[in-house]
């Protein structure tokens, strides 16, 4: 079983910048894909970033992509989603997600542990 704790979420302004932090209890930390989700009111879970096990492969969402950056100390079972330049759209409930059974995946039904989540609203 693995426990992922989202922390750093917040209110900010269009334009600002928050970085997002996942620890996990995880003693194996790096046999996990790690990914970044989020889930606006009314509107379904959708995938934003996932990083290989190593760190060295990424992938994004069109939506985020040259905005989100995603990156993992694997030293400190953590992930992280470094949000610039944030948009009213990016407004939504942020979860992280692990994958021990896909080096790569977008897909919610292949992550099998969650975290509980955190906020980020951004106003304009």
């Known amino acids: 079983q693995v426990q992922l704790t989202e922390s750093g979420g917040g209110p900010v302004q269009a334009g600002d910048s928050l970085r997002l932090s996942c620890v996990a209890s995880a003693r194996t930390f790096s046999s996990y894909t790690m990914g970044w989700f989020r889930q606006a009111p009314g509107r379904e879970r959708e995938f934003v970033a996932y990083i290989s096990r190593s760190g060295g492969g990424t992938y994004y969402a069109d939506s985020v992509k040259g905005r989100f950056t995603i990156s993992r100390d694997n030293a400190k079972n953590t992930v992280y989603l470094q949000m610039n330049s944030l948009k009213p759209e990016d407004t939504a409930v942020y979860y992280c997600?692990?994958?021990?059974?896909?080096?790569?995946?977008?897909?919610?039904?292949?992550?099998?542990?969650w975290g509980q989540g955190t906020q980020v609203t951004v106003s304009s």
């Open positions: 997600a692990a994958n021990s059974r896909w080096s790569s995946s977008w897909r919610t039904p292949d992550y099998e542990y």
